[in-house]
């Protein structure tokens, strides 16, 4: 882990190369996962393509594609790309876009769990124990036994598609009430077999999905986890059982490094947004009953807490004790290079940034030449409702106003 700089010592640089695993990057600053909605058919686009095309020129040390369902049935949303055979040739034709500008590139393996809607996946939604997802209104059975077997296979299987596409590195999501972290819930799993009980049983799953990871794909690449420190939810995680969760992860030594999230997709997603509430958008984008809802409840449903600079980092610091063989990445309010040197001069070893970046996709160069330079990003947080279609800033007109490119898979290469 990066160390602290004693006071006459000069300021850790946050554009040095660094290692991840076995992966060298340019810098230290991750682009971080952000629902892209750009794969209609669970394939790459060319506009996927050049939307990561933009943070790897804009000088990102890595992007993260986000959110690569393990399976059809582990779909959170329209437009994700489905790790499978088929998808290969076009996430090649990606890792190779953002080779070219220097970057690296990681996938975020996820399934939805609770978050899946049987209107995209076309099956019920399975979560650790019987659950009703207050958001959607939708009922969620109990996983089997056997099916948590496959899925610990499936998170496998997909990490080797992402080795075949050439990528640097996976992210495993654990974070924000998606399947694996309901696990980590006493709200949502009240199991009574080896994965359910007291947290080291609960912490069961996310370990086994780590270790089936790294055997697959042993040192070729990176493996990063999404754990998420605390979801703002009564009664379910908190930084006291997380710090165990994240303790026996880094005793398993399956992971290069851990990134610290907060939050749900279940209920108050803006707890982990921070920042302007935006209700009416929102609303507009639901089907009823859950528009109706959102009107009349807004902020009670959706949450509401200010944004501050670094807003994660009181949480966050609580974990560097913990991660001895781990590495650790800062999530969550940095948009300034001053921020990234406190978060570096924590401890932490890395910085994610993912508004800041859809705002400015350039705001890395700008800084590296500018040090003064601060993202513009005014978090009014209705990127989050684009997550819908194809995730933008709302104050980039070229995004937001510009033809919509034709959703159609990746053009092959042509072969000379």
């Known amino acids: 882990m990066t160390t602290n700089a004693a006071p006459n010592q000069p300021l850790p640089d946050p554009f040095s190369p660094v290692m991840l695993g076995p992966v060298q990057l340019r810098n230290r600053i991750i682009k971080a996962a952000t629902s892209e909605g750009r794969s209609p058919d669970g394939l790459v686009t060319d506009d996927l393509i050049a939307f990561h095309r933009r943070f790897a020129d804009g000088g990102v040390g890595m992007t993260t594609v986000a959110y690569c369902c393990v399976s059809r049935e582990g779909a959170s949303a329209p437009g994700q790309i489905v790790m499978d055979q088929r998808a290969v040739p076009g996430l090649r034709q990606l890792a190779d876009n953002v080779h070219d500008a220097g970057a690296a590139i990681?996938?975020?393996?996820?399934?939805?769990?609770?978050?899946?809607?049987?209107?995209?996946?076309?099956?019920?939604?399975?979560?650790?124990?019987?659950?009703?997802n207050p958001s959607s209104l939708q009922y969620c059975r109990k996983i089997r036994p056997r099916e948590i077997t496959q899925v610990i296979d499936q998170f496998g299987s997909a990490a080797e598609v992402a080795i075949a596409a050439g990528f640097d590195a996976i992210e495993l999501h654990f974070g924000h009430l998606y399947l694996p972290s309901s696990f980590l819930s006493p709200l949502l799993n009240r199991r009574k077999d080896e994965y359910g009980g007291g947290i080291d049983n609960r912490s069961r799953f996310v370990r086994e999905i780590a270790q089936r990871v790294r055997e697959v794909v042993g040192d070729r690449i990176a493996v990063i986890a999404k754990l998420s420190m605390d979801d703002g939810i009564r009664g379910s995680i908190w930084l006291d059982e997380s710090l165990r969760t994240a303790q026996l992860l880094d005793q398993d030594r399956n992971l290069d490094a851990i990134e610290l999230t907060q939050g749900s997709s279940v209920y108050k997603p803006m707890y982990l947004f921070r920042g302007d509430v935006p209700v009416a958008e929102f609303a507009a984008a639901m089907n009823q009953p859950a528009r109706t809802g959102i009107r009349l409840l807004g902020k009670k449903v959706m949450g509401d807490y200010p944004y501050r600079d670094l807003y994660m980092l009181d949480s966050a610091r609580q974990f560097i004790s913990v991660a001895k063989n781990t590495r650790l990445i800062l999530l969550g309010g940095i948009s300034a290079r001053e921020h990234m040197v406190t978060g570096l001069q924590e401890g932490f070893d890395f910085l994610a940034m993912g508004r800041a970046l859809l705002r400015e996709p350039d705001l890395l160069n700008r800084m590296m030449n500018d040090p003064t330079v601060r993202s513009r990003c005014n978090h009014n947080n209705k990127c989050m409702v684009t997550v819908f279609g194809r995730t933008h800033c709302v104050l980039d007109p070229a995004e937001r106003y510009g033809a919509v490119p034709d959703p159609q898979p990746a053009t092959p290469p042509t072969v000379q």
Do not use: C, D, Y
């Open 106 to 132: 990681s996938a975020q393996l996820g399934h939805a769990g609770v978050v899946a809607s049987k209107s995209i996946t076309g099956v019920r939604a399975v979560a650790p124990s019987r659950f009703v």
